[in-house]
């Protein structure tokens, strides 16, 4: 039997970088599948290539920033497959690179409002569906500055470490009720998130992980395949950094 079958997962933001390679690794795992993005080209390019691999999924353009949309994604998942078992809070967004002083306003708003707004959004209305179950796997994305600084990214950093705070509170909640809530916290991934940096500096922020280079998507997808899994079924209210050692220093 395969990892996920029989399992019904959705992934946001999974149109694209760590969100495609969640996809389509859950998907070989024998999940059923909801993508959620706002790029609905790309979205429904993830969903025919599970569908040529044999797997199931539909795409809903959803943006994690409004709440009707969140529960879209969820009644979507409800109506198609008749369940939720998994859902990854992966959507984000890196916002500008700015001292506190410098940063603009709507920017700061539009970055918490889709890093940690929406994945309350997203927990609020899987969390019922899940408990019509009486389980379920929730892994929302914090980075590894969900625990460390990182100057002239303020409200990412602040984001990434609100998903933490988020992600026990939720499990205190509901893990006595089946459902098991963990963040993880990739180190820098070779994604287009991080092309406002040129090859060289990319070179050097991969040197900075004691790796000694960027995290590959299908590495953070991997940890987050058995955090999803009932192999993890004793965790949860946990922050797993996937960082090549980055914290370690
Ligand atoms: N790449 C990194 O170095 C890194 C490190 C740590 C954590 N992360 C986190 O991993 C997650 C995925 O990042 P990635 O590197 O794959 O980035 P990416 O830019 O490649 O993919 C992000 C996806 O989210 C979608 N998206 C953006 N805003 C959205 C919204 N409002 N609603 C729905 N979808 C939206 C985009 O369209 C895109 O498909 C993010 O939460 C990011 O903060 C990334």
Known sequence: MKTLENKVALITGAAQGIGKSMALLFAENGAKLVITDLNAEAGENVVNAIENNGGEAIFVKADTSNPEDSRKSVD???????KLDIAVNNAGIVGPVQSIEEYDLNAWNKVLSIN???????MKYQIPA?????SGSIINMSSIVGSAGAAN????????HGVIGLTRTG????????????????GYTDTSMIDFLDSEQKDIVGASHPIGRLARVE?????VLWLASDKASFATG?????????LAQ
Do not use: C, H, Q, W
């Open 238 to 246: 946990t922050y797993y950094p996937i960082d090549g050692g980055y």
């Open 219 to 223: 590495e953070i997808a991997e940890f």
């Open 130 to 134: 899940m408990l019509k179950n009486g």
């Open 76 to 82: 979507a998942a409800l109506a198609r497959f008749g």
């Open 153 to 160: 990214f303020s409200a990412y950093v602040s984001s990434k």
């Open 171 to 186: 499990a205190l909640e509901y893990s006595s009720r089946g459902i098991r809530i963990n963040a993880v916290g990739p």
């Open 116 to 122: 940690l707004s929406g994945v309350f959004y997203g």
